[in-house]
């Protein structure tokens, strides 16, 4: 155990930090950049705005989702407004999944986005390789142990 974690005695809440109306914003924008920001959420987002797609053609395009994981992105994704779902009275039932014109709206900020990181990369990779090598700490010489 450290011992600078022994004086703990509350725990931070996030209900706390989010009481104010600027910070419940704050919370709220955070929490929806979150939620939208994530591989799954944007692998499903890139599909559905290509138009509608069921469950199973989700589950191939956007490789490497399990199906709990596709069921969970997709209610949120659904919840957030950003996606309809649509259940058809068939034998067995068809569900197809759409981007909402809100969502389409996100796919061309998210299409600029990748632009902007495309037009950046290799000013991006200079600026890493420079910091770490002025970052790069000295070899640490250890003394020779007597023997």
């Known amino acids: 155990m450290s011992q ?3 004086d703990v005695t509350t725990e931070v809440s996030p209900v706390r930090q989010c009481e104010t109306p600027a910070a419940q914003a704050a919370c709220s924008v955070l929490e929806v950049l979150g939620r939208v920001s994530g ?3 944007i692998g499903i987002l890139l599909v559905t705005t290509q138009g509608p797609a069921r ?3 989700l589950e191939r395009q956007v490789k490497g989702i399990s199906r709990r ?7 949120n994704l659904e919840r957030d407004g950003l996606l309809t779902r649509t259940v058809y009275p068939t ?3 068809k569900v197809e999944y759409t981007a909402t014109p809100m969502a389409r709206e996100l796919y061309d900020s998210l299409l600029a986005l990748t632009g ?3 037009r950046h990369l290799h ?10 090598g002025a970052a790069a700490p000295e070899a640490v010489r250890t003394p020779a142990l007597a023997g």
């Open 4 to 6: 600078g974690n022994t």
């Open 39 to 41: 591989k799954w959420s």
């Open 55 to 57: 469950f199973t053609e």
């Open 69 to 75: 994981m596709l069921t969970l992105t997709l209610r």
């Open 91 to 93: 034998v067995p039932p």
């Open 116 to 118: 902007w990181a495309e």
């Open 123 to 132: 000013e991006i990779d200079r600026a890493r390789a420079d910091y770490d």
